[in-house]
């Protein structure tokens, strides 16, 4: 299987934006057919972002308080081997360290935002909005 690797992460204004990027190292994201957005806060439990099932290109989101909807696009280039977020209107709420993740099947939707299902991870990046 194929290494995810985040990256794109850093120090933003509150309402500025970021566009992370998840990349298949040694591989590509045809092992995949879920690709997910998660992100942990600190003393914070792990928190579903996003997910894209990559045969139908179908997408879903966060319905949590703090929703995403709205504000994050998750997107996957195949041709590139990577899965994007692009995040606008970024809060000093939505700081935290954000992974990339991965199944190999297609999951359910209501196992996509559940972070036990996913079988691969990249190593995070810090996301910190600020002023």
């Known amino acids: 299987q194929a290494q995810l690797v985040e990256s794109g992460g850093g120090l933003v204004q509150p309402g500025g934006s970021l566009r992370l990027s998840c990349a298949a190292s040694g591989g590509t994201l045809g092992s995949y057919a879920t690709m997910g957005w998660f992100r942990q806060a600190s003393g914070k439990e792990r928190e579903f972002v996003a997910a894209?099932?990559?045969?139908?290109?179908?997408?879903?989101?966060?319905n949590s308080a703090n929703s995403v909807k709205g504000r994050f696009t998750i997107s996957a280039d195949n041709a590139k081997n990577t899965v994007y977020l692009e995040m606008n209107g970024l809060k000093p709420e939505d700081t935290a360290v954000y992974y990339c993740?991965?199944?190999?099947?297609?999951?359910?939707?209501?196992?996509?935002?559940?972070?036990?299902?996913?079988?691969?991870w990249g190593q995070g990046t810090q996301v910190t909005v600020s002023s």
């Open positions: 993740a991965a199944h190999s099947f297609s999951l359910a939707p209501e196992y996509r935002s559940d972070y036990r299902r996913y079988s691969y």
């Open positions: 894209i099932r990559r045969s139908g290109d179908s997408t879903y989101y966060a």
